[in-house]
């Protein structure tokens, strides 16, 4: 099975100064992917930041198999700005959820670590908090599973 990756901050959490809001349905959305494969953060954020918002997910985070943060990310980033043409893959090739664009930055340097075509690429609508009726995880979660396991949820 390939690994699954999940964007951390305003796809699964919303953080702020203050606390880390999760966002409605993460624990449920890790355990569902989890029985499709490992599933790892992958996080442009610093490794710090996203240790301290782990706890957030409650039981969610024990459906996380391990997390590639911005340190792992940096060899890919700066062969990005030499424009290197061929890049190796830092992780092995899997579908993302992530807020994020495909055509974004972030959607270069992740794409580009996990040597991967916008085909599995998944953009989920960015969290807020103020957003309590939020269920987008569960949209995102019906199209994994439509695309990549070949039926209806
Ligand atoms: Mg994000």
Not at 67 to 85: A, G, K, M, S, Y
Not at 104 to 130: C, E, F, M
């Amino acid at each position: 099975m390939n690994p699954v990756y999940v964007d951390l901050d305003q796809t699964l959490i919303h953080p702020t100064k203050d606390r880390i809001y999760p966002r409605p349905g993460a624990a449920e959305f890790l355990r569902r992917l989890a029985g499709h494969g490992e599933v790892f953060i992958l996080s442009h954020a610093m490794l710090s930041h996203v240790e301290e918002a782990l706890p957030a997910l409650g039981v969610g985070a024990e459906y996380i198999s391990g997390v590639f943060t911005r340190e792992d990310l940096q060899p890919v980033i700066d062969q990005l700005v030499l424009r290197r043409t061929d890049i190796q893959p830092l992780f092995p090739p899997g579908v993302i959820f992530d807020d994020q664009p495909i055509g974004s930055s972030y959607h270069l340097i992740k794409s580009t670590a996990l040597g991967i075509g916008d085909d599995l690429w998944i953009q989920v609508p960015a969290y807020n908090r103020v957003n309590p009726n939020d269920t987008a995880l569960k949209a995102a979660y019906k199209k994994f599973h439509r695309l990549f396991v070949g039926a209806d949820a």
